[in-house]
């Protein structure tokens, strides 16, 4: 099994800021690999696949990077309703699937 | 608009058996695009994938889970189910449906709390 993880456990940011969240796999996925969002109390939805490519509605300042076995996720300004817990999640096996731990962003 | 919503119990005793049905809406679940998948959650930790069924009847498991997951899907009722037997309180867990495409979860069910304990 891929094993994911993610760095930091949690992060607080002031409005504005840049944040970069890390994910790393135990294996390389070359560029099958998602981030989603989570807000309390809801699903997780998509923002990112195929490593670097916006889902439908997401907006601009969420970009991702990276491949193989190194990925990250960066918000350019970080917004209030960016507060949330983000995962990210490999496809390389695909159907099966394995998700990180999470990083919980939270605003200053 | 598609829509995903689960139903069934909210609790379950050890060692019973865990059924839920997902119910869709919106899109029919013998589109030859999608796999129909579940996943559940456990709270402050990530989400676990348990399996998924594609439109043909073919499922793929979580090894760890496999020996007591089934899933499947009814094409008259636009739906699909997981059963979990054998369950323990390790099982307690938010567990939610989703349409899979080959790069992305693109659709959730609002998720629904099982509880298991006697």
């Not at chain 1, 993610?6 to 390389?28: D, H, I, Y």
């Not at chain 1, 889902?55 to 507060?83: H, K, N, W, Y």
């Not at chain 2, 007591?68 to 189910?81: H, V, Y």
């Not at chain 2, 080959?102 to 629904?112: A, Q, V």
Request: net charge neutral.
């Amino acid at each position: 099994e891929i094993v994911m993880t993610q760095s930091p456990v949690t992060l607080s940011v002031s409005p504005g800021e840049r944040v970069t969240l890390s994910c790393r796999a135990s294996q390389t996925v070359t560029n099958s690999l998602a981030w989603y969002q989570q807000k309390p109390g809801q699903p997780p939805r998509v923002l990112i696949y195929g490593a670097s490519t916006r889902a439908s509605g997401v907006p601009a300042r969420f970009s991702g990077g990276g491949s193989g076995t190194e990925f990250t996720l960066t918000i350019s300004s970080l917004q209030s309703e960016d507060s949330a817990v983000y995962y990210c999640q490999q496809y390389n096996m695909w159907p099966s699937l394995t998700f990180g731990g999470g990083t919980k962003v939270e605003i200053k | 608009q598609l829509q995903l919503h689960e139903s069934g119990p909210g609790l379950v005793k050890p060692s019973e058996t865990l059924s839920l049905i997902c119910t869709v809406s919106g899109d029919s679940i013998s589109s030859a695009d999608f796999y129909w998948a579940w996943i559940r959650q456990t709270p402050g930790k990530g989400p676990e994938w348990l399996g998924s069924v594609y439109f043909s009847g073919r499922t793929h498991y979580n090894p760890s889970l496999k020996s007591r997951l089934t899933i499947s899907l009814d094409k008259s009722k636009n739906n699909f189910s997981v059963r979990l037997t054998s369950v323990t309180a390790a099982d307690t867990a938010v567990y939610y449906c989703a349409r899979q495409s080959e790069l992305e979860l693109d659709y959730w069910s609002p998720g629904s709390l099982v509880t298991v304990s006697s």
